[in-house]
């Protein structure tokens, strides 16, 4: 059996959910894409290719790896794109919670079964259907939950809008010890520096106490500065709207000290190391076409 056990973003990761790239299919036509990033790379030729993806993430891999991170990965669906697996289904406490995602990547939680076979079936979460949720919003941060949101009368018209206030609910009786803080998010289905696709794509907490942080996508600007205050100013990396659209605050902590970052974060790494962090840089260029990058293609199971 599978023992859950998250309850924050950095502490020392034991077992982790993997995204494979193999068999990920053609590339999609520009009406069936999710976000504008992707449509952005399919309009001018830059669509990432299958080869390039699966090396990019057998590099995450092999950090996993190096720091004795147990690894397990979706069964393979033909054709069909599995990378990101933060958004199928994420762990708080002892809990697993299955997304209610795109109707059309259902299929991507049942590549997952064998997995879920191996965990308490009353551990395991079903939200009613009326509740959108995928786990790029979802944020455990030891007795805060973070959630990003969109709020607008207009939800229904963003392809780009993932987590409703319905969810926000089902979270807050869920876990009714916890604070469950939500954030509303700019989006946009034709503009991705315009865009924080999820909360991850504009956030991210460190140890040490550090976060990353993008001011732009945030609609409340009450929200954004009670989330930098949490923190303590002197304690967020501010990225840029350049930085944030290539994904800069999409790393991932293996550790409260160890971070794995894309290699082109020039700025962004210096900083880290600079705060004491152990760096460990991964080429995932190719795969941040997709409006996703270390996080979204991750889902940790179990940290001490």
């Given at each position: ?23 990920n ?12 990033k992707s ?16 090396k ?49 990547r ?19 979460i079903f ?27 207009d ?6 809008a ?11 009786d ?9 954030f ?6 034709t ?26 996508v ?9 989330l930098?205050?949490?923190?303590g100013?002197?304690?967020?990396f ?9 994904m ?7 550790s ?25 840089e ?17 889902m ?5």
């Amino acid at each position: 059996m599978i023992n859950l056990n998250i309850t924050n973003e950095t502490s020392r990761l034991r077992s982790v959910v993997l995204g494979i790239a193999n068999s990920n299919g053609a590339i999609p036509k520009l009406e069936d894409t999710y976000d504008p990033k992707s449509a952005e790379h399919i309009k001018s030729g830059t669509y990432p290719k299958e080869t390039d993806m699966v090396k990019e993430i057998e590099s995450l891999y092999q950090v996993f790896k190096k720091y004795d991170v147990k690894v397990y990965r979706p069964d393979k669906i033909i054709g069909y794109n599995q990378i990101f697996s933060r958004d199928i289904a994420f762990v708080i406490d002892d809990k697993m919670i299955i997304s209610n995602i795109l109707p059309n990547r259902d299929k991507e939680i049942e590549a997952i079964q064998y997995l879920c076979s191996q965990i308490d079936e009353n551990k395991i979460i079903f939200l009613p259907k009326e509740a959108h949720i995928e786990g790029g919003d979802v944020m455990p941060w030891n007795d805060y939950i973070f959630v990003g949101t969109y709020r607008g009368n207009d939800y229904e018209d963003f392809i780009t809008a993932r987590t409703n206030m319905i969810a926000v609910k089902c979270l807050e009786d869920l876990f009714p010890t916890k604070k469950i803080v939500s954030f509303n998010l700019r989006k946009s289905n034709t503009i991705a520096r315009d865009n924080a696709l999820h909360l991850d794509c504009c956030f991210q907490p460190l140890g040490k106490g550090k976060c990353i942080i993008h001011k732009e996508v945030f609609l409340e600007q009450e929200e954004y500065e009670w989330l930098t205050n949490f923190f303590g100013k002197e304690n967020c990396f501010h990225i840029t709207k350049d930085e944030m659209y290539h994904m800069n605050s999409n790393i991932f902590s293996i550790s409260p000290e160890i971070i794995i970052s894309e290699r082109s974060f020039i700025r962004l790494n210096s900083w880290l190391r600079s705060q004491g962090f152990i760096v460990e840089e991964v080429s995932y260029g190719e795969i941040s076409k997709q409006e996703g990058l270390l996080r979204c293609s991750t889902m940790p199971l179990v940290r001490d």
